[in-house]
């Protein structure tokens, strides 16, 4: 390097550094720049072939991923309707396990007032038309004393008075009308029946003990009801001792009872 610090050396040595030159370049072109771009190549294909396989690996693990959580929210609507079924299942149980209970709770009450009174009393009111919903009250005083009332409303409506009850009294009226005036019923036009001031009368059927089977038939618009026709079995021919009719079949009536029976309040 001495040699060449001054310009005159270097132009003595030029053609020594052009040789050297040459040289340096043919052995990195022909040598040392073909091994050190080979071995990349061939790194490069394989980073590429793996890198090729990664992106399947991962596209795969990406839709088996979406495939699992479409399943998951499957399963989780399916538990939901599964829950809400079981739910309106057990509800339903629920209500038929309750209604069970009220008639067994009927059925001890008709029982026992069968055992200690005799047969209960049937009153049945059904309407003749459809011009308004009819309703029957009936009060009376049970067994042990206590004055018990009920009242339902409908077309064809049934109440079942306990054996032994005594002072019944039966009413009717309108549901959103007035109450049911008592008419004539043996005339065709059913006048209506007014006491000592001019007013009508209510329209009111008491029976002293339960009676057998009444069956009250009710006509009019919600202003006018009246009864029309009153049909009475005594409870005597009920029990079948006289009249030839057949005896009463008190399994029957029990089940009939326990399905149809209307609770009463104090």
């Given amino acids: 390097w001495g040699v060449l610090s001054s310009p005159a050396a270097m132009a003595v040595d030029m053609p020594m550094l052009e040789s050297w030159f040459h040289w340096a370049t043919t052995y990195f072109m022909q040598g040392a720049l073909f091994e050190q771009v080979s071995v990349p190549l061939w790194a490069l294909g394989l980073g590429l072939a793996a890198v090729a396989c990664l992106t399947v690996v991962v596209s795969a693990l990406l839709t088996r991923t979406r495939t699992l959580q479409a399943q998951l929210e499957q399963s989780s609507e399916d ?34 007032s069968i055992l200690k009174g005799g047969l209960p009393g049937h009153l049945e009111m059904t309407s003749k038309d459809y011009w308004c919903v009819k309703t029957m009250e009936v009060s009376y005083t049970d067994q042990e004393g206590e004055r018990r009332n009920w009242r339902q409303s409908g077309y064809h409506v049934n109440c079942f008075v306990p054996g032994g009850a005594r002072d019944i009294e039966v009413t009717f009226g309108v549901v959103g ?12 036009d059913f006048p209506y029946i007014y006491d000592e001031t001019g007013r009508m009368k209510l329209e009111k059927f008491t029976y002293e003990r339960c009676p057998g089977n009444v069956r009250y038939e009710l006509r009019g618009p919600s202003l006018a009801t009246f009864v029309s026709h009153v049909t009475e079995v005594p409870a005597k021919r009920q029990r079948g001792s006289t009249g030839g009719g057949s005896p009463i079949n008190v399994p029957a009536m029990v089940r009939k009872l326990s399905t149809g029976s209307c609770r009463s309040e104090r």
């Avoid at 009308?177 to 065709?188: H, I, T, W």
């Fill in 177 to 188: 009308g007035a109450e049911c005036k008592q008419v004539d019923r043996s005339k065709p």
């Fill in 79 to 112: 538990s939901a309707t599964l829950s809400e079924l079981f739910s309106s299942e057990l509800e339903r149980l629920r209500v038929q396990l309750s209604q069970t209970q009220e008639d067994s709770d009927s059925l001890d009450e008709i029982l026992g």
